[in-house]
C-alpha cells in the first residue's frame, strides 16, 4: 500500500511540475504576444509562420519588419509549435510557413546572425495588412 501511495504522490507531483511548465509558457507567450490571438491573425491580409524559433528571435524578427512596406500594421502572436495557414483560414497565397532555416536564407533577413539561441520550440506567427 505504501509503494502504490508512493507511486501515486509521483505522479501528482509530476503533472502539477508538468501545469507550472505549461503556466510559465503560457505567459511568456502572451507577454510576447500581447492582446493579439488567432483571430487578431485572421483580420489580417496575410500571415507568415515561422516554425522552430525562439521568443527572442521571434520579437527581433517582427521588428525587423516594422520598416517593411510589404508587413504594414504587423502584429505578433507567438504559439506552439504546429499551427499552420489552415489554422488562420488564408489561402496559401496570402500565408507562408518556414523554419527559421528558411527565413534566414533569404536576401535581407540578417538580424539574426546566432543561429543556436535563435532556434527554439515556439511558432512565430506573423499576421500584417498589404
Do not use: R
Request: with cysteine.
Amino acid at each position: 500500500m505504501k509503494k502504490i501511495s508512493l507511486v501515486i504522490a509521483g505522479a501528482l507531483i509530476l503533472a502539477g511540475c508538468s501545469a507550472v511548465d505549461d503556466a510559465i509558457n503560457d505567459a511568456v507567450n502572451d507577454t510576447a504576444s500581447g492582446s493579439v490571438t488567432t483571430e487578431t491573425i485572421k483580420a489580417k491580409d496575410k500571415v507568415l509562420i515561422i516554425n522552430d524559433v525562439s521568443l527572442s528571435a521571434c520579437v527581433v524578427i517582427k521588428n525587423g519588419l516594422v520598416n517593411d512596406d510589404d508587413f504594414k500594421d504587423a502584429v505578433t502572436l507567438v504559439t506552439e509549435l504546429g499551427v499552420t495557414c489552415a489554422t488562420y483560414g488564408d489561402p496559401e497565397d496570402m500565408c507562408v510557413e518556414q523554419s527559421l532555416v528558411e527565413w534566414l536564407e533569404e536576401e535581407g533577413h540578417d538580424e539574426i546572425t546566432d543561429l543556436d539561441s535563435a532556434q527554439g520550440d515556439k511558432a512565430c506567427v506573423i499576421g500584417a495588412d498589404v
